[in-house]
Every structure is written in structure tokens, then in C-alpha cells.
């Protein structure tokens, strides 16, 4: 059996609104349980793709599972370690074994900063090799992400890149650590159709190669079923459904789940609608 | 074919005016859709797509230059219009846009019922309390928002209900060509679909001539009859969606339907496309879409293609419908 | 200074494809220099502040050399006339710059490092610290400056680089207000969450992507306490609680109030000099705005 990368313990979230002075002062208070009772396990070198639509709680679970949230209750386990509460060096250790990747390239990268920066960072950050090793590190992730020729790319802008280059560049950052576990939330919806296939190819590649474990976080059954080998469907901060990717696919249990495939279903080209 | 379609657009050109040149972003385009009838816009980011419906409707900014041979609605010869009477007679009334993003630009301190009454009150500033409230109602019902929730404030609205107010603001004087840009882009696929299918049903029920601009495929083969192919500005391929979406001629058109994950049928890698769009201030002169093509030969950087006009679904390519087109997107993984 | 309400959890904005804001440099400076008046205003500075440098080597008189020629009005041989003690204007106006930039400098350099650091702090942490940061600005703000300096120097002494010191450590809420706006903002964006998760601990990423990315309000207001600094400095020299070491625009109109019937120009010269300085900087900071942001003009006009 492959051992557990991450596993998780009845994890929840709740984030408490103040709805007002009035209401605030009536004692009222709006909670959101954005994250409830999760168990979720993510096995070395899996890919799992966690579904569901907008608001169901998949990016705060994504946040806590790479602790930039702060969970309400339950645990993280990390390799057997509980990580729930740990702090300070302890937590940037473990943020440098577990790296998320953004949905919005637009806003993921600081606008000043060139790519040679912005990939350069987490290394500088976590203190890692010399100022050589560093510029090696990076022209390699930028290779292994196929912004070539390095030098192309090493001095550019944000700006001056399209949604799926900077995308790439996130991905780069993301794996000049050699983390073992990439969260990715969401990392192509924001893309273009044409070149979402060229950003989730790598993200396999990557994956593939290095052996990295992956929680894929999308609302597309599609890429869902041509990213992981299994998928958790999540509904109101639940996970209601969870198991491997062709089974849930042919055989869903969960009445959420055959709403997300009808979905899904609808656009995929060729497909006759029953009706 | 003269007259035959309720909307006729021939040869529009839209170019900016940039510092280095001009963007040419609309470089030619024909289009015809009939009353009911939808048609679909594809073509990846920056090809042109919003351009082409901000051109039709004029309202594009001020470094943009646009000319149009023909454009007719029904019996108008739109393309004639000075300006003054565009925006009395046309803009809105007869053609109007569900806008990019527009569902994040609903006024955030004005209750979303009162936001489509004041769209309906500019234009019929004689209409009494009673007719406002009438043709607001009427709205909601036909987008579906309970009538209750007329007083919410935009951010009291799911991104579904927000994108179906702005859908009924571009409705609110009986309009017979609404162009949607992109008007699901921002939603869940379960959202998405139920927006898709209220604009479907709005189109049967109203008559309306519906233009549907995505860059996701997936979403015109839902949504419409037709669909034109974009590329740098050019249409290039161009017919009933059963048509082009069952065997693509160009292999553009391919590859953006190689590129699809699918949820059904053997997994396939999905085709990535190289490279990137050209730069349509200084175009490739003959086939635009060379650089980037699985099947191009010598012939496709010399000779521009021409469009094949006689076809069924016509394409801008001089090797239309050709055998290996079929092998894309057939890598299995495991 | 209010402390953080809790604000609703605001839809994402779709950005526009590429971010055209405040792109490149070069966008930035075409954007300034279409403000006319903060271009030339630009250039008055600049004259300004060669002046103050070489104020010691250009082919001036001596600035302190008395003379029996007193009271003249502005002629070939002076440009600006003599004063009371028949010392040349032109030269004192001119050394006076001198005192003039250091004030701004060092005064509107001080409050704005100070500023940005508390207000980024404040900005960035929010709860009880933010609290702390935000009631102490709120005092500074609520005090009128002017006379708090006034107090300050008369009890405690006028050498400049106290007076400086003084202006600095009493102008400095305004910057950190507008920092602490631009940091609630900033870190809320996924480029400063991003780099948390790239293990920055907090100061770095403050110094790094916050506050990088949240100057350009605070660099405009430093021109404009620049211009106060300069008015509060002249203030002081005004009601004599100036440097008597230094020659200072405030000082020599000081010195002419008394003569403003034999020879305005004492006082008329170095006050136009004040004068064009602080509207130029004031200018200068109006062009900032519009070349940090370019939206505001276009709106402005439509
Ligand atoms: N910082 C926060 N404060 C308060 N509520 C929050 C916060 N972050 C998320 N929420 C709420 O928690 C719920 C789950 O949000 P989350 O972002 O995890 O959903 P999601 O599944 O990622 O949705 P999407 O597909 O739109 O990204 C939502 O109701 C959201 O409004
Ligand atoms: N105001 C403008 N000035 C100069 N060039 C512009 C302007 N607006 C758009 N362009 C350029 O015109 C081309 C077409 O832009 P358009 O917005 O129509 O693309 P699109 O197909 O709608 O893309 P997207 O899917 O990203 O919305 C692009 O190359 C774009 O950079
Ligand atoms: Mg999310
Ligand atoms: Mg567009």
C-alpha cells in the first residue's frame, strides 16, 4: 500500500460574519461553515481532484490543507505528523513540503516583480542554496514549466505574459521548492479553452515525474477525469461522495454528483441529450 | 442569398489605433443569423470577439476606426444610420449586449430591481409608475429571479442571479438581436447551464436573434444552430454547429476540439496548441493560423487561403477537411 | 482612524486581461508629463535644488557681507536688492533654498518613513495592534501641528536639525492613514498570500510586496508635507523661533517686517521664492496622482 501524504480528521471551518452594529449587538451572527467534518486522505504521488460548485467549500479546504487557514476543529495529518497547530519555523517547514497554486493568474504574481523574481522568491524565502544554485534552480523550473527560452522570460512582467504563461510561472514557483504535495485551486478556469489543455498537461507531467502528490480543485467533471485518479465531491463544506474517478464517474451514488455530471455532460460535444 | 437572414453583417473591419501601428482586430467579417436563430462565436483571447460586438453596437472607444459594408435588421439599414439616430433607434432597442464581466458592474448601493427600471425609464421617460413596475416584473419572470428579490442589492445575489439581472437589463426594450460576450465565464458549470438554457428559451420565446461569443467550445455546441470559428480577426470556419463540431475542416477548429477533456469515451490527452496568437498589428500574410498549424506546408506562408464560400461550412484553409485533422487529439493515456 | 469593520465578502473581480494600470515606467512618466503645470513645476524644483547645491560655488557675493548700501531696491548690482544690513538678496535668497530643501527632505522623509511603517504595520496586522497604531495617529491628527511644534521648539530649543526632527515626528499620521488603507487592501491579494505560503514571515512580506505595492498614495502626500514642512519651518522663523544660524526664507522675511515700507523686497523676494517652491511641489504632487492613476483623468473628462 502507498503510504498517506495528507490526511485529514473531521476538519472543519467556520468563519463567523459580524452581521452589523444592530444585529451584532442583538447577539446575532451569521456563521459560514465553509469546511465540515472532512476526511479527506491524499496518498504519495496521487493526483486527487476535489469537485463542486461555486462556494462548496473547496478552496478553504485547499487553504487549510496547506495551513494558510487556520482550521476550527478536527486535524491535518502530514506523513503521520499532526501539523493542526504548529507555528513559526515549524509551519514554514512544512509550507515549503506543501505548495498551493492560485486560480487567478492575474493576481497571483506581485506586478512588480519579474518572473526571475517571482520564482526566485520561495527560494530566497526558505533560505535555500547559494545565490548560483539559486539562479540554476530557477532557470530549470522555468524550463521544466516550457517558458523557453529561459532567457525569454527570466526578465519579463506579469504584464507582459498571457494568462497561461503566468500560470506557468505559478507553477514554476510552486515546484522550485520540490514540494510534496501541490494544491491547485482551480489553476485553469480562468484560462482560455485553448490553452487550459497545454497548463493541465504540465501540471501532469510535473506531477508524474517528480512523483509529487496533487489535489486538484476544479468544478469541471472533464478535467476532473483527465487529471486524478480520484475524486472527492464536496456540497455545502461536506464531502458527500468520494472514490476512484471512473467508478464515480459511471456510477455515482450521491445525488449531488449525477448533478455535477449532467452538467458537465450538457457541453460535452457530441453528446445527445436524453431530452 | 439576398435578404434572406433577419440580421446581415458584410465585410466589418474594426481597427485601434496603438502607439506602434494598428491592431486590426476585425479584419472582414460576415455574419447572418435569422429570428430565433443562434449563433455561436468562438475564438481563443484577443482574437476579436468582444470587438465585434462592441463594433455592432458602436460603441467602441475612440482609437477604434470601424467600417461596415453591410448591416441590415430586418428591413433597416443599419449601416447607414448617423450616429444620433444609432443610439435612438438602434442601440438597445433593436440590438443589445449582454457585456463582459458585466455582472460585477451592477450598481452595488442601488437595489437590483431599481437598476432595470431605470435602464427601462431611459428609454421611455413618458412611461407612467404602474408601466415601469409592469415591465420589470415581466423581466424577472422571463430571467426567473423571484419577484421578491427585486429589492436585494447586488451583493445579496449568487454570481448566477447577478448574470441573469444583467440579462435582463439588455432586455429591457424587446430587443430583436442581443449579443451575450461571454456571459458564462465566471460560473460553475451547473450555473453556467442554467443560464445557457434560460437564454436558449428566451431566444425561442421572444424571437430573438442571439449571437453567443465563448472561447469555450463546449458551451456553443450547447447553446446554438450555427457557429463561426474566430482566429486573429478572421472567421475561418464557419457552419451549422452539427456540421462543424462533427468534423472540423480547419485545423483550428480541430484542435480547439482536441484540446477539450471529455467525459465520456476513452481518455485522451488533450492537444495543447504551441505556440501563441500572431500579433494582429503585423499579422502573418498569408494563412494566420500557419505558425501554430499540425499541417502546414510552404503553400500556407506564401498564398492566403481563400473561404470557400460554395461549401456547406465553409473554411479559410488550403487544406479544408483534410484526412489528418482526424488523427488529433487520438493519444490515449492509460 | 477607524479600526477594521468586518466587511462582507466581497465578489471577485474579474480583472481586465492585462492590468493596464500603472504598466511600465515609461507609461508613468508619459502620464506625468502630460500635467503641464506638474512638468514645469517639475523643473522649478529641479532649479530649486541645484540651487541649494551650489549655492556655495556659483558666482554669488557673499551672502553675510555687510554693506554700507542698505535698503536698495533690486538693481545690476544686486538683482534682488540689499537688506537692512546692505547684505545682497539674491545671494541670501538663493542660500536660503538650501535650508529650504532640508527641511522638506528631511522633514517629509522622516514622516513618511515613519508613515509607511506604522501604517503598513497597522494595515497588515489589524486587531489590537492596529487599534493601538490607529488611536495614536488619531491623537497626532486631532492636535493642531503648528503649535505643538510652536511649544515644542520654544520649550526645547530651535537648532534646525531639532525643528526638522520636531515637523517629521508630528506629520506623520496622514502617510501612515493612507498606508494603512493600501495594506487592508493588499493583504487580501493572492500575490502577498502567495508569498505567505512561499514562507514569508510577516515583515518580509510587508517589505517585500505590501508596502512595494502600496506607495504610490503615500509618495504623492510626501510632496504636499514637503510643501508644509516648508510653511511650518518658515512659520517658526516667522515668530523667530527659527535657527538664528541659518538663513532661512522665514527668517528674512522676518527680517523685513519691519522695513515693509522703506524696502518690501526683503521680505517680497524669499517669500516668492517660498512661494513658487511649495505650489510647485503641491503641482508636482497632482501630477503623481494622475500618473499613479491614469483612470482618474480619463473619468474625469468623459
Ligand atoms: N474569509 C472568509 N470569510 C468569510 N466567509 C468566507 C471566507 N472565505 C470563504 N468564505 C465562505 O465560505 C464558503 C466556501 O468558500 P470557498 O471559497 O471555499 O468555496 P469554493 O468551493 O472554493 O468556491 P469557488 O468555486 O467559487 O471558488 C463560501 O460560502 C464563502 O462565502
Ligand atoms: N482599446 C483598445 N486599444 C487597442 N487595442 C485593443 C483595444 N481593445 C482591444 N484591443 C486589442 O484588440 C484585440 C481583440 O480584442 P478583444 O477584446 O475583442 O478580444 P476578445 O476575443 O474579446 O478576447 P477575450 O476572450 O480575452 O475577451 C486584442 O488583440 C486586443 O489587445
Ligand atoms: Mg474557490
Ligand atoms: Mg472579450
Redesign the pocket.
Known amino acids: 500500500m502507498t503510504p498517506n501524504l495528507i490526511q485529514t480528521r473531521s476538519l472543519s ?1 467556520t ?3 459580524r452581521t452589523g452594529l444592530i444585529a451584532g449587538i442583538m447577539g446575532r451572527r451569521d456563521d ?4 465540515q467534518d472532512v476526511d479527506l486522505v491524499v496518498k504519495e504521488g496521487e493526483v486527487v481532484a476535489l469537485v ?12 487549510l490543507l496547506v495551513r494558510l487557514e487556520d482550521p476550527s476543529s478536527g486535524q491535518v495529518l502530514s506523513e503521520g505528523r499532526n501539523v493542526t497547530a504548529i507555528t513559526g519555523a515549524e509551519l514554514r517547514k512544512y509550507r515549503r513540503r506543501a505548495q498551493i497554486i492560485f ?1 487567478n493568474p492575474y493576481e497571483s504574481l506581485d506586478p512588480r516583480y519579474t518572473v526571475a523574481m517571482s520564482v526566485g522568491e520561495p527560494l530566497a524565502l526558505f533560505g535555500i542554496g547559494t545565490r548560483r544554485e539559486r539562479a540554476e534552480r530557477i532557470r530549470q523550473a522555468l524550463s521544466d514549466v516550457g517558458l523557453t527560452p529561459v532567457d525569454r522570460y527570466l526578465g519579463s512582467h506579469p504584464h507582459e505574459l498571457s494568462g497561461g504563461q503566468r500560470q506557468r510561472v505559478s507553477i514554476a514557483r510552486a515546484l522550485v521548492v520540490e514540494p510534496a504535495l501541490i494544491v491547485a ?2 489553476p485553469v ?1 480562468m484560462l482560455d479553452a485553448s490553452v487550459r489543455s497545454g497548463v493541465m498537461n504540465l501540471l501532469l507531467d510535473i506531477q508524474q515525474a517528480n512523483g509529487i502528490s496533487c489535489v486538484f ?1 476544479t ?1 469541471d467533471l472533464a478535467a476532473a477525469r483527465h487529471m486524478s485518479q480520484r475524486v472527492a465531491v ?1 456540497h455545502a ?1 461536506r464531502i458527500v461522495e468520494q472514490g476512484p474517478t471512473d467508478d464515480l464517474i459511471a456510477n455515482p451514488q450521491h445525488e449531488y454528483t449525477q448533478k455535477l455530471i449532467d452538467a458537465a455532460l450538457v457541453n460535452e460535444i457530441g453528446h445527445q441529450p436524453s431530452a | 442569398m439576398t435578404g434572406g437572414s433577419f440580421v446581415e453583417v458584410r465585410g466589418l473591419r474594426v481597427g485601434y489605433k496603438v502607439p506602434h501601428g494598428v491592431v486590426q482586430a476585425i479584419d472582414g467579417v460576415d455574419l447572418t443569423i435569422d429570428r430565433g436563430e443562434a449563433l455561436g462565436i468562438v475564438g481563443e483571447s484577443g482574437c476579436g470577439k468582444s470587438t465585434l460586438g462592441l463594433g455592432l453596437l458602436r460603441l467602441l472607444p475612440s482609437n477604434a476606426t470601424t467600417s461596415v459594408d453591410t448591416f441590415r435588421v430586418g428591413d433597416t439599414d443599419v449601416a447607414g444610420l448617423s450616429q444620433a439616430a444609432f443610439r435612438r433607434e438602434v442601440r438597445w432597442k433593436r440590438v443589445s449586449m449582454v457585456f463582459q464581466s458585466a455582472m460585477n458592474s451592477l450598481n452595488p448601493v442601488r437595489r437590483v430591481g431599481e437598476q432595470v427600471a431605470d435602464a427601462y425609464r431611459l428609454h421611455h421617460p413618458q412611461a407612467s409608475k404602474r408601466e415601469v413596475q409592469a415591465r420589470v416584473d415581466r423581466l424577472f419572470e422571463l430571467v426567473d429571479i423571484p419577484r421578491a428579490r427585486q429589492r436585494n442589492y447586488a451583493h445579496e445575489y449568487s ?1 448566477g442571479m447577478r448574470q441573469r439581472a444583467v440579462i435582463a437589463l439588455s432586455l429591457v426594450c424587446d430587443p430583436d438581436v442581443v449579443i451575450a460576450d461571454e456571459a458564462t465565464t465566471a460560473l ?1 458549470v451547473v450555473v453556467q447551464n442554467q443560464i445557457l438554457d434560460a437564454l436558449a428559451d428566451l431566444r425561442t420565446e421572444l424571437g430573438i436573434a442571439l449571437i453567443v461569443i465563448s472561447h469555450d467550445i463546449g458551451v456553443i455546441s450547447h447553446t446554438c444552430d450555427r457557429v463561426a470559428v474566430m482566429y486573429a480577426g478572421q472567421v475561418v470556419e464557419s457552419g451549422a454547429v452539427a456540421d462543424v463540431l462533427a468534423s472540423p475542416r480547419h485545423p483550428y477548429t480541430a484542435s480547439l476540439m482536441a484540446a477539450l477533456p471529455r467525459l465520456t469515451g476513452p481518455r485522451f490527452r488533450p492537444v495543447s496548441l504551441p505556440g501563441s496568437p500572431p500579433d494582429l498589428a503585423d499579422p502573418p500574410t498569408a494563412c494566420r493560423f500557419a505558425p501554430r498549424c499540425p499541417i502546414a506546408a510552404d503553400i500556407c506562408t506564401d498564398v492566403p487561403p481563400a473561404f470557400d464560400p460554395d461549401h456547406r461550412w465553409p473554411a479559410r484553409c488550403h487544406f479544408a477537411g483534410d484526412e489528418r485533422l482526424r488523427q488529433l487529439g487520438t493519444e490515449r493515456t492509460s | 482612524m477607524t479600526a477594521i469593520t468586518p466587511q462582507p ?1 466581497t465578489p ?1 473581480v474579474v480583472p481586465p486581461k492585462a492590468s493596464r494600470r500603472g504598466q511600465s515606467q515609461r507609461m508613468f512618466w508619459r502620464e506625468f508629463a502630460r500635467h503641464t503645470a506638474a512638468r514645469w513645476s517639475l523643473a522649478i524644483i529641479a532649479l530649486f535644488v541645484f540651487a541649494a547645491l551650489a549655492a556655495d560655488v556659483l558666482p554669488l557675493q557673499d551672502p553675510t557681507a555687510i554693506s554700507s548700501e542698505a535698503y536698495t531696491g533690486p538693481s545690476g548690482e544686486h538683482w534682488f536688492g540689499t537688506d537692512h544690513l546692505g547684505r545682497d538678496m539674491f545671494s541670501r535668497t538663493v542660500h536660503g533654498a538650501r535650508v529650504a530643501i532640508i527641511v522638506a527632505l528631511g522633514s517629509a522623509g522622516l514622516a513618511t518613513a515613519i508613515g509607511i511603517v506604522v501604517g503598513a504595520i497597522a494595515g497588515y496586522t489589524g486587531g489590537r495592534l492596529d487599534d493601538l497604531l490607529s488611536r495614536t495617529a488619531d491623537v497626532f491628527l486631532l492636535i493642531p501641528v503648528f503649535f505643538l511644534v510652536v511649544l515644542i521648539v520654544a520649550l526645547f530649543g530651535q537648532g534646525l536639525f531639532f525643528v526638522v526632527l520636531i515637523i517629521g515626528l508630528t506629520t506623520w499620521p496622514q502617510s501612515a492613514r493612507l498606508m494603512r488603507a493600501e495594506a487592508m487592501v493588499l493583504r487580501e491579494r493572492v500575490f502577498v498570500v502567495a508569498a505567505r505560503a512561499s514562507g514569508g514571515r510577516g515583515m518580509q512580506v510587508l517589505f517585500r510586496h505590501v508596502i512595494p505595492n502600496g506607495l504610490s498614495p503615500v509618495i504623492t502626500n510626501a510632496t504636499i508635507l514637503m510643501g508644509q514642512a516648508i510653511l511650518v519651518e518658515a512659520g517658526l522663523s516667522f515668530l523667530g523661533l527659527g535657527d538664528p544660524q541659518v538663513m532661512s526664507w522665514g527668517r528674512m522675511i522676518f527680517d523685513g517686517r519691519g522695513y515693509l515700507d522703506l524696502s518690501p523686497w526683503m521680505s517680497f523676494f524669499p517669500g516668492l521664492a517660498m512661494f513658487l517652491l511649495v505650489l510647485s511641489l503641491n503641482l508636482v504632487g497632482d501630477g503623481l496622482t494622475q500618473a499613479f492613476n491614469p483612470k482618474l483623468r480619463r473619468r474625469g473628462r468623459a
Not at chain 1, 459560514?32 to 469546511?35: D, E, G, L, R
Not at chain 1, 463542486?52 to 487553504?63: D, F, V
Open positions: 471551518k468563519y463567523h460574519l459560514v461553515h465553509a469546511v463542486g460548485q461555486s462556494g462548496s467549500g473547496k478552496s478553504t479546504l485547499g487553504r486560480q485551486d482551480e478556469s480543485i468544478h464536496m463544506g | 454570481g460553475d | 465578502p471577485p
